[in-house]
């Protein structure tokens, strides 16, 4: 599975998300709890790299 988009990065944070709410050890909940906040970073990044791209190609037009 590859993942592309910022949505596909955020289900994934939402799952990881949902995994540390059943999780019994607290540092498999803080584990997947960071991991979450990966994702959602790299979501956030490819976000910000997408509008940067949009804002140069405004400006070259």
């Not at 995994?19 to 019994?24: N, Y």
């Amino acid at each position: 599975m590859t993942l592309q988009t910022p949505q596909e990065y955020r289900l994934q944070a939402d799952e990881c998300d949902r995994q540390a709410s059943d999780a019994v050890l607290s540092s498999a909940r803080d584990t997947l709890l960071y991991i979450a906040s990966r994702w959602r970073a790299l979501a956030d990044a490819i976000d910000s790299q997408d509008l940067s791209m949009d804002m140069k190609n405004a400006t070259t037009k």
